[in-house]
């Protein structure tokens, strides 16, 4: 399966193979992290403290075109899907933000096929 | 990640959840889950808010009306692991800049953090649409609140029937 992470941070961003200019496409995500709620104890009784990606901003071409602001209340290993209207060739990025200032970042070329 | 014949899936998966629900009815499972099965499909209205979702829709709304419309909640009828819970968030609302959904919040009315998500979306983006999975403590009615670059406030309601605490 493509959305297999294996390290906190690793991301991946899948948009079609084949996209057209004007094409309405999806954009689908994942980043590997444990959401970790601050709810849960570990093996020894111990508060396992809140860990989690707070915030996301998604920029198309340098252009911010989606922030989202999570909570731990998004699944562990979390993953989005949104639309985007692939208007020009640019790369689209990612960055994905933690509670603990951690930042990861991913990008992916839009560009088209001749039409 | 799409499916080629999304309706007759849903239809699909929603007919397994009726009869899952007839099942446990039938074998004289627990009273709370017979109790749990009348809530199949679900109540047309949710329940009175809590006091925190109250606080939080009054937030949001800053008082403008709450309407009901041009929101499509997608989410399962039954999650059997409250760990993991698929959200589709669609709406039938323009993508342009003179009108746009600028903004789309995502309230489980009794987790821990019931405002458990906000969206922040522009007219790039060409369409209203969000996929994503959440954590769902129990039982409970979810919100998926959207707001319009115009000031309009639009709302969509499912039940979602939890049988594992997905929050500790």
Not at chain 1, 68 to 94: C, H, N, Q, Y
Not at chain 2, 113 to 141: E, N, Q, Y
Request: charged share 20%; proline share 7%; hydrophobic share 40%.
């Amino acid at each position: 399966m493509w959305m297999m992470t294996q390290h906190i941070g690793e991301a991946r961003i899948k948009v079609p193979d084949r996209i057209r200019r004007g094409d309405l496409i999806t954009v689908n995500s994942i980043v590997s992290h444990p959401m970790d709620t601050g709810f849960f104890r570990d093996a020894e009784g111990d508060p396992i403290p809140a860990y989690f990606i707070k915030q996301v901003v998604v920029t198309y071409g340098g252009e911010e075109v989606a922030r989202f602001e999570w909570t731990s209340g998004i699944s562990r290993d979390p993953v989005v899907s949104f639309t985007l209207k692939a208007e020009r060739e640019a790369p689209l990025t990612m960055v994905w933000s933690d509670n603990k200032g951690a930042t990861f970042k991913q990008s992916i070329n839009i560009s088209f096929v001749p039409s | 990640m799409s499916f080629p014949n999304e309706p007759a899936r849903r239809a699909f998966l929603r007919s397994c959840a009726l009869a899952a629900a007839g099942l446990v009815a039938a074998s004289g499972a627990s009273e709370r889950l017979v109790a749990a099965s009348r809530f199949w499909p679900g109540p047309e209205d949710p329940e009175v808010p809590n006091e925190e979702v109250a606080r939080i829709l009054q937030q949001l709304s800053g008082g403008r009306p709450i309407r009901r419309a041009h929101v499509d909640l997608d989410m399962p009828a039954v999650a059997e692991d409250g760990r993991v819970v698929p959200v589709i968030i669609e709406s039938d609302l323009p993508m342009t800049a003179q009108y746009h959904v600028k903004g789309v919040h995502l309230i489980v009315d009794h987790n821990p953090d019931a405002h458990l998500a906000a969206f922040h979306l522009t007219p790039a983006l060409g369409k209203v649409f969000i996929s994503t999975r959440i954590k769902m403590k129990r039982t409970t009615w979810v919100r998926a609140i959207l707001e319009t670059n115009r000031g309009e406030v639009w709302a969509g309601y499912t039940r979602v029937l939890v049988t594992l605490n997905g929050c500790g």
